[in-house]
């Protein structure tokens, strides 16, 4: 969809699964989600759910990156990763299980586009790292509009956060 390409940028992020000592499985358990919002070392890291591993993932944006270009990482970008939590957290035995690259579309101001693109095509995109948390109410939303039962393009001002007369799960 090249019209949308002048709107979103990819952003190239790094996330890494991280293997941590059996002694400490309680601890882990009961870790809280870390973010540390900050334009030069900004980094989140999830704890284990589910017997899952810790994730951690890199809080800044690229601004670059080819989605048709290997997903890999270099061991340089994983130890920058690790680097950036060590002011918060003691990473000495931290131990990187794998890494991957993950390429989001970042839109100005990171604002949502959620738009029609067509007689019977809608476009979400613009989510950057946010996408994974507004999906479930999104798509619900999405539902009312296209039975129906709520106005597009009072949805799409909503979703992009710029207001308007949208209210979430009420009919029309």
């Given at each position: ?20 000592p ?10 809280p989600?870390?973010?540390e919002?900050?334009d030069?070392i ?5 704890p ?9 993932g890199?809080?800044?944006f ?5 989605p ?59 989510f ?7 999906a ?24 992009a ?12």
């Open positions: 969809m090249p019209d949308y390409a002048a709107r979103v940028t990819p952003s190239r992020q790094v996330v890494a699964y991280v293997d941590t059996d002694e400490q499985a309680a601890l882990w358990a009961n870790h989600m870390v973010l919002i900050d030069s900004g980094f989140y890291l999830v284990p759910v589910s017997h899952s591993r810790v994730k951690i890199v809080h800044t690229s601004m670059e990156g080819d048709e270009e290997h997903r890999g990482t270099e061991d340089y970008e994983l130890q920058d990763l690790l680097s950036r939590m060590q002011h918060r957290l003691n990473t000495s035995q931290l131990r990187i299980d794998s890494g991957r690259a993950c390429l989001y579309t970042v839109a100005a101001e990171e604002r949502f586009i959620v738009e029609p693109a067509g007689p019977r095509c809608w476009v979400m995109t613009g950057s790292w946010h996408g994974f948390k507004f479930p109410l999104l798509g619900q939303e999405m539902v009312r509009v296209l039975t129906g039962a709520g106005d597009a393009a009072a949805f799409s001002q909503w979703a956060g710029r207001g308007g007369d949208w209210v979430p799960g009420t009919r029309a």
